[in-house]
């Protein structure tokens, strides 16, 4: 009885909604087991088949699905080496400054570092109204005018807190005067309010760094440099 009942759902003419047929078929979970001969026998419109069974639909749906699923978990598994990788090396560059002996061994082992990641060289610039860099402060190279980098940071960086990409001669100039080829450099503002100055990353290759390369590694630096520079150098 209740699989005549089952099959005139479907049949006209008073044939009912989708809605209907919805509400039914959740109402009714064991349809499918009763009424399982007919499903198999069932077609559904396919766009390039034409027709495919109710079953074999269902096992596209399900590869479907199976497909995404390995996706998400490829993905899972690349951002998690990404990620591991990302902290061993702030692991590793927290230890080797958190042992240097004097301000000009920090400088080093940061240059160490960024040379560990392939790159040329990196330097530290300290906004001269954040820090105390007067006498008998003897490091006037890391003196940054704030005045000075302030049309940089409106023309490169608009609400960011990096800039990745080429620099032109007068902002080598200003922020890496000493340097002798620069092709391509990020240049991230320091500390939690981003106020404090600028980290610099050289490469010699002018296409190395570019503007929709990840910053999650440099917004780490960022933060925890200025802590470490208190030990030699003292906030305004």
């Known amino acids: 009885m209740d699989s005549q009942q089952d099959t005139a759902v479907f049949a006209p003419p008073g044939e009912p909604d989708e809605a209907a047929v919805l509400a039914y078929l959740k109402a009714h979970?064991?349809?499918f087991i009763r009424n399982a001969a007919q499903?198999?026998?069932?077609?559904?419109?396919?766009?390039?088949?034409?027709?495919?069974?109710?079953v074999e639909?269902?096992?596209?749906?399900?590869?479907e699905r199976i497909g995404t699923l390995t996706d998400d978990l490829m993905q899972l598994m690349i951002q998690a080496r990404e990620n591991e990788y990302l902290f061993s090396r702030l692991l590793k560059l927290l230890a080797s400054l958190s042992s240097a002996t004097s301000l000009d061994d920090f400088s080093e082992r940061l240059n160490q570092w960024a040379?560990?990641?392939?790159?040329?060289?990196?330097?530290?610039?300290?906004f001269t109204d954040s820090w105390r860099l007067g006498a008998p402060f003897r490091h006037q190279e890391l003196a940054l005018s704030r005045a000075h980098f302030e049309a940089i940071r409106l023309s490169r960086f608009?609400?960011?807190?990096?800039y990745l990409g080429q620099l032109t001669a007068p902002e080598i100039q200003l922020l890496l005067p000493d340097s002798a080829f620069v092709g391509s450099a990020s240049v991230s503002l320091l500390g939690g309010q981003h106020d404090l100055g600028?980290?610099?990353?050289?490469?010699?290759?002018?296409?190395?760094y570019q503007k929709d390369m990840g910053t999650a590694m440099l917004e780490q630096v960022a933060y925890f440099l200025p802590q470490l520079l208190q030990r030699w150098v003292e906030l305004a």
């Open 29 to 31: 979970p064991d349809f």
């Open 39 to 54: 499903i198999t026998d069932m077609t559904i419109p396919h766009p390039v088949k034409g027709a495919v069974s109710l």
């Open 57 to 63: 639909w269902q096992l596209g749906r399900q590869r």
């Open 115 to 126: 040379k560990g990641l392939k790159l040329s060289h990196a330097k530290i610039r300290l």
């Open 158 to 162: 608009g609400d960011r807190n990096h």
């Open 198 to 208: 600028v980290v610099i990353f050289v490469s010699r290759d002018k296409q190395h």
